[in-house]
């Protein structure tokens, strides 16, 4: 979700205002998906790097997650919508955990959308993680090391319970992955628009949806196998 600080200076407003409006757009994506029939929507909210940002500007975003939560679960949870947060969440403040844990249980039993919020995540701490919980049970002897494949490998991903993703979303006009689901996303695929996040509303995100239904999804097969299993 990129593009709220150019979005702000736009308009002559302090980089938080975009961050507030970011805010509108999310409601909006969540109520598309959930239109839409998606399964699964994995939201990157705060990135590892973040944290590098101006201490105001991270403290104001933390306000914000807190605010959010406050405003936004019970309807989400009358919506039958499933929420997770994904990250190091420990790296957040006691009052966040708290509102996190309790959003997470209080809509743990629903079965619609399936929202992941990535908070304090990187595909590459996500990846550290998964191999240092191998290693360590390489060590004491529970796995053999021949045993680990992709599939051992991402079953210590923090997402390893859900499909991979089959499309990414990314606004603002950058064309890169930033430290995201980097090993999820290894068949995603992939729309970049120069849309400010702020202004994506559910028109861009259908326009995301058409260019992803107009793919072949090969997985290294050739279009004429593809084809033929589809018969
Ligand atoms: C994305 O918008 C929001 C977060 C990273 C929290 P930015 O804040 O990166 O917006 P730009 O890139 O400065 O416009
Ligand atoms: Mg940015």
Redesign the pocket.
Known sequence: ???????ARARGKA?HA??RA?VKAVRATVEAAAEKGVGYLTLF??SSE?WARPADEVSS?MSLFVEALRREVAELHRNNVKLRFVGALDQLSGGLQKKIAEAESKTAGNSGLFLNVAVAFGGRWDIVNAARSLASRAAAGDIDIASIDDEAFASGLQLADIPDPDLLIRT?GEQRISNFMLWNLAYAELWFTDV??PEFDKAEFDKALAYFAGKQRRYGHTGEQVEAAEC
């Open positions: 979700m990129d593009g709220n600080g150019r979005w980089r975009g961050h970011g909210a705060f973040n975003l603002g400010l996040w």
